[in-house]
């Protein structure tokens, strides 16, 4: 069974973007968010993914990715998306021996910019680049199922 291992860390300023690649514009919705598994169907407008994956909070979860036609996708976002479409542009950096997928959130969640790294081992050493900021890993508000139910523009940021 895939196992997907990955920590997630908040990102500050911009030093990140002299390094990074073209980006990619990903649109996904949720058509189940249980507590067993979430069902999301992704379009980057020229490929479809339906994706099953474990809703366990931490770096493990259990994941299965299937590609379907991108037409398929969009339909299933019109019709059975719950909650607001997540929207973001991903933008690829090579750090060390590394790929980091840096989130830059749109739409409902603008103002978020989250910085994804996947590994072999939950507890593998990598390189951290200067412009990583606290890991949100273990945070669910960060997590993309929680983001559709509740999305970044709505928190409550103001300091107490």
């Known amino acids: 069974m895939p196992l997907e291992i990955e920590r997630k860390f908040l990102v500050f300023g911009d030093a990140w ?3 990074s690649e073209d980006a990619v514009y990903l649109r996904q919705g949720y058509l189940n968010i249980e507590k067993q598994c ?3 169907v992704r ?3 020229h490929s479809g993914w339906l994706n099953i994956k474990g809703v366990t909070i931490g770096a493990q979860r259990r994941e299965f990715e299937y590609e379907i036609p991108v037409k398929e996708a969009e339909e299933l976002l ?7 479409l997540i929207e973001k542009r991903r933008y690829f950096v090579r750090s060390g021996r590394h790929i980091w997928e840096i989130d ?3 739409g409902e969640n603008k103002g978020l ?3 994804e790294i996947e ?6 050493d990598f390189e951290r680049p200067n412009w990583l900021g606290a890991e ?12 559709a139910r509740k999305p970044y523009l709505s928190w409550d940021l103001s300091p107490e």
């Open 17 to 19: 973007k002299e390094q």
């Open 38 to 40: 979430s069902v999301r």
């Open 43 to 45: 379009t980057d407008g």
């Open 78 to 84: 019109q019709y059975f998306s719950t909650g607001p």
């Open 104 to 106: 830059v959130f749109e």
């Open 113 to 115: 910019v989250v910085a």
């Open 119 to 124: 590994l072999e081992d939950p507890d593998e």
């Open 136 to 147: 949100v890993t273990h945070d669910a508000r960060y997590y993309n199922t929680h983001l």
